[in-house]
């Protein structure tokens, strides 16, 4: 795991030298364990790499790494799980180098040029992001890896083309504007993260997962993404399990389980497991142990606060498989601790809540290991998430009124007075009462006037609030969504499965994957994702859905397989999600540091947000009205990431 950057412009060598190594100073926690600078002095190109060793610890696995031929030059952010075979593929071609090391860094160079970008690309299973140079055709790559794991920013900025793994590099070079996208900003307050390819900077673009591009001329001749790993073809592929028999999808899943997270154990410095007691990491680790010869350390953080503790059920797995367990309960002021620090882990505005129990349940496992094995992507891939379930039930009732209806509904509904349907509560049978249905009617409302699944789906992600409002000046964004390929929606007829791949295009890398990246290397710690190895989406396609919700039970699939590790019994339990009491917090021990962010003057002063129409919203929050907490978290994370950029 490392950090990269470069930028192509016309410096002095003397120059870029100094503005890389201001580059390199800003990423270094993605890579303490060394750093290079390398300048094509002719192209005016230069490269930037931080290192954190994982494999090969010596100085053969430096870079920017030169090919054997000396034409090409690599930085690379990643592991290969596959590059001993590769290795193995090249030797018996008669392609290979004379090998200097054994790290999957040279194994990656030398595949691409034996083989170019397009087929290394798909003979890659791994995480990565990487920088590939040609001296000889002046030509400089981009590549990321499918399901989005590491993370790579580009774009122009004055007379420079600069790319990077983490916006706070991009600060150091001289060209740097970092100008605020407003419609970037727009989006933010609606989903919680800026959403690809947008990043919170004009000019300034994220690579989609699965995507390459080149870049010639000065950095002027910039291509269109393109892709080298077809989602359509794999969503869209038969289904080749049978729902009425069972067993063969799950012995199939046990084996690609198994060696999915065999590849991922693969190195030369201790690792371990984040284990929260869900599912998904609970399978990481029972395959994790199963195929080790020691006990596996695995790592856990509890909360006292009811509702939010998972660390005993994490307990209860790691002493059933028997793991060498830490576990820490945390105080509700070792949690706010983290706060202040989020702003610059981040980079750009980021809101999930989760990101504060993530940085640290990495700090602590980093104390005894520097690479962990990580449970995401289950919901994403098997169906995990209560919008695959109730927002699908929901999404098939209303479909039986016929759409003119609803709306006429929905606006009937919209002119009854809150206070109105509140003291209505009361006559209704408790079974059928909405907790703060004043607070939860827009987004009712909402979801009454969709007119299909993927606007649907939009509005069950989207705040209930109308963040077009907290904007200043009042901008027209009301067209500014997620970016999903229609087409390939189109050709799903499940609204499961629809949502599942909307999930695959924005959520799972916009925010669960920069989440478990930013909050790792932050502390130095590589986090590795066998639920997202390629070859196991593609095996999630092949599967109906009724193999992945059953009997009311999401991710339905995962858990008989995990049933043959850990007993059902002590698996068995609600869905409780890894995040943290933001609505107490504000109303608790962050309120002074709230209102410090919210203060209506700097927000007038500042003129993004509209501070009327913001203190609206935290007075109704301080007045007890639910639902409120998460559209108040993005404000602040947004107002807190300004104060942290106008500070550096």
Same mark, same amino acid.
């Given at each position: 795991?490392?950090?990269?950057?470069?930028?192509?412009?016309?410096?002095?060598?003397?120059?870029?030298?100094?503005?890389?190594?201001?580059?390199?100073?800003?990423?270094?926690?993605?890579? =303490?364990?060394?750093?290079?600078?390398?300048?094509?002095?002719?192209?005016?190109?230069?490269?930037?790499?931080?290192?954190?060793?994982?494999?090969?610890?010596?100085?053969?696995?430096?870079?920017?790494?030169?090919?054997?031929?000396?034409?090409?030059?690599?930085?690379?952010?990643?592991?290969?799980?596959?590059?001993?075979?590769?290795?193995?593929?090249?030797?018996?071609?008669?392609?290979?180098?004379?090998?200097?090391?054994?790290?999957?860094?040279?194994?990656?160079?030398?595949?691409?040029?034996?083989?170019?970008?397009?087929?290394?690309?798909?003979?890659?299973?791994?995480?990565?992001?990487?920088?590939?140079?040609?001296?000889?055709?002046?030509?400089?790559?981009?590549?990321?890896?499918?399901?989005?794991?590491?993370?790579?920013?580009?774009?122009?900025?004055?007379?420079?083309?600069?790319?990077?793994?983490?916006?706070?590099?991009?600060?150091?070079?001289?060209?740097?504007?970092?100008?605020?996208?407003?419609?970037?900003?727009?989006?933010?307050?609606?989903?919680?993260?800026?959403?690809?390819?947008?990043?919170?900077?004009?000019?300034?673009?994220?690579?989609?997962?699965?995507?390459?591009?080149?870049?010639?001329?000065?950095?002027?001749?910039?291509?269109?993404?393109?892709?080298?790993?077809?989602?359509?073809?794999?969503?869209?592929?038969?289904?080749?399990?049978?729902?009425?028999?069972?067993?063969?999808?799950?012995?199939?899943?046990?084996?690609?389980?198994?060696?999915?997270?065999?590849?991922?154990?693969?190195?030369?410095?201790?690792?371990?497991? $984040?284990?929260?007691?869900?599912?998904?990491?609970?399978?990481?680790?029972?395959?994790?142990?199963?195929?080790?010869?020691?006990?596996?350390?695995?790592?856990?953080?509890?909360?006292?606060?009811?509702?939010?503790?998972?660390?005993?059920?994490?307990?209860?797995?790691?002493?059933?498989?028997?793991?060498?367990?830490?576990?820490?309960?945390? !105080?509700?002021?070792?949690?706010?601790?983290?706060? =202040?620090?989020?702003?610059?882990?981040?980079?750009?505005?980021?809101?999930?809540?989760?990101?504060? =129990?993530?940085?640290?349940?990495?700090?602590?496992?980093?104390?005894?290991?520097?690479?962990?094995?990580?449970?995401?992507?289950?919901?994403?891939?098997?169906?995990?998430?209560?919008?695959?379930?109730?927002?699908?039930?929901?999404?098939?009732?209303?479909?039986?009124?016929?759409?003119?209806?609803?709306?006429?509904?929905?606006?009937?509904?919209?002119?009854?007075?809150?206070?109105?349907?509140?003291?209505?509560?009361?006559?209704?049978?408790?079974?059928?009462?909405?907790?703060?249905?004043?607070?939860?009617?827009?987004?009712?409302?909402?979801?009454?006037?969709?007119?299909?699944?993927?606007?649907?789906?939009?509005?069950?992600?989207?705040?209930?609030?109308?963040?077009?409002?907290?904007?200043?000046?009042?901008?027209?964004?009301?067209?500014?969504?997620?970016?999903?390929?229609?087409?390939? $929606?189109?050709? %799903?007829?499940?609204?499961?499965?629809?949502?599942?791949?909307?999930?695959?295009?924005?959520? $799972?890398?916009?925010?669960?994957?920069?989440?478990?990246?930013?909050?790792?290397?932050?502390?130095?710690?590589?986090?590795? %994702?066998?639920?997202?190895?390629?070859?196991?989406?593609?095996?999630?396609?092949?599967?109906?859905?009724?193999?992945?919700?059953?009997?009311?039970?999401?991710?339905? $699939?995962?858990?008989?397989?995990?049933?043959?590790?850990?007993?059902?019994?002590?698996?068995?339990?609600?869905?409780?999600?890894?995040?943290?009491?933001?609505?107490?917090?504000?109303?608790? =021990?962050?309120?002074?540091?709230?209102?410090?962010?919210?203060?209506?003057?700097?927000?007038?002063?500042?003129?993004?947000?509209?501070?009327?129409?913001?203190?609206?919203?935290?007075?109704?929050?301080?007045?007890?009205?639910?639902?409120?907490?998460?559209?108040?978290?993005?404000?602040?994370?947004?107002?807190?990431?300004?104060?942290?950029?106008?500070? !550096?």
């Amino acid at each position: 795991m490392c950090g990269l950057a470069g930028f192509w412009d016309h410096l002095s060598p003397t120059e870029a030298q100094k503005v890389a190594l201001n580059m390199s100073d800003r990423i270094e926690h993605r890579g =303490p364990d060394g750093f290079g600078i390398w300048n094509d002095e002719a192209a005016h190109l230069t490269l930037m790499h931080r290192r954190l060793a994982i494999l090969d610890l010596s100085s053969s696995g430096a870079q920017p790494m030169h090919s054997a031929s000396q034409r090409y030059v690599l930085a690379f952010n990643g592991e290969i799980y596959n590059h001993l075979e590769m290795r193995s593929d090249l030797e018996l071609l008669g392609a290979a180098p004379q090998w200097q090391g054994h790290s999957d860094t040279e194994t990656l160079l030398a595949a691409l040029e034996y083989w170019g970008i397009k087929e290394t690309l798909q003979r890659l299973n791994g995480m990565f992001a990487f920088a590939f140079w040609d001296k000889k055709m002046r030509k400089l790559v981009l590549a990321r890896d499918r399901a989005g794991e590491k993370p790579l920013y580009y774009g122009r900025c004055g007379k420079a083309f600069l790319f990077t793994s983490e916006l706070k590099a991009l600060t150091a070079h001289p060209e740097w504007q970092g100008d605020i996208d407003r419609t970037a900003l727009h989006l933010y307050l609606r989903y919680s993260y800026v959403p690809c390819p947008k990043s919170i900077y004009v000019g300034i673009n994220k690579l989609p997962p699965a995507h390459y591009i080149e870049i010639e001329e000065n950095g002027h001749n910039i291509s269109e993404p393109t892709a080298y790993w077809d989602l359509e073809a794999v969503a869209t592929q038969p289904r080749v399990y049978d729902a009425a028999q069972p067993e063969e999808a799950i012995d199939a899943l046990d084996r690609l389980l198994e060696k999915a997270v065999r590849s991922r154990m693969s190195a030369d410095v201790p690792l371990g497991a $984040l284990l929260s007691g869900g599912y998904d990491s609970s399978t990481v680790a029972a395959y994790m142990q199963r195929q080790s010869s020691q006990d596996i350390k695995t790592f856990s953080i509890g909360f006292n606060e009811a509702g939010y503790n998972e660390a005993e059920h994490a307990k209860a797995v790691a002493t059933h498989l028997g793991t060498d367990h830490t576990e820490l309960y945390v !105080s509700t002021q070792d949690a706010l601790n983290v706060i =202040p620090k989020l702003p610059h882990i981040y980079d750009e505005p980021f809101a999930d809540p989760s990101q504060i =129990p993530t940085y640290l349940v990495c700090e602590m496992a980093r104390k005894s290991v520097t690479v962990c094995l990580s449970g995401d992507g289950g919901d994403e891939l098997f169906c995990g998430y209560n919008r695959h379930a109730m927002g699908f039930d929901i999404f098939q009732k209303m479909k039986k009124l016929p759409y003119p209806i609803r709306v006429a509904i929905g606006k009937m509904m919209g002119r009854v007075p809150p206070s109105m349907l509140e003291a209505a509560q009361h006559i209704l049978p408790k079974a059928t009462r909405v907790q703060n249905i004043s607070e939860r009617l827009p987004k009712l409302l909402k979801v009454l006037s969709c007119a299909d699944g993927q606007e649907f789906y939009d509005s069950l992600i989207s705040q209930s609030v109308n963040t077009v409002d907290l904007l200043q000046p009042h901008p027209d964004l009301s067209s500014a969504k997620l970016t999903f390929n229609t087409h390939l $929606l189109d050709q %799903v007829s499940d609204m499961r499965d629809q949502m599942m791949l909307m999930d695959i295009q924005t959520y $799972l890398h916009d925010d669960v994957l920069t989440k478990v990246d930013r909050a790792s290397m932050a502390v130095n710690l590589e986090a590795r %994702v066998p639920l997202l190895d390629h070859r196991l989406i593609e095996f999630a396609w092949q599967v109906p859905v009724g193999l992945k919700y059953r009997d009311k039970t999401g991710k339905w $699939l995962l858990r008989q397989a995990l049933h043959r590790h850990v007993p059902k019994e002590i698996m068995e339990r609600p869905k409780m999600g890894f995040g943290v009491p933001v609505s107490t917090w504000l109303r608790g =021990p962050l309120r002074d540091w709230a209102e410090q962010l919210l203060d209506p003057k700097s927000m007038q002063q500042e003129g993004f947000l509209n501070p009327t129409a913001v203190q609206d919203i935290w007075r109704k929050h301080l007045n007890g009205t639910e639902g409120l907490q998460y559209t108040l978290w993005n404000i602040l994370m947004f107002q807190a990431w300004m104060r942290n950029m106008h500070a !550096s």
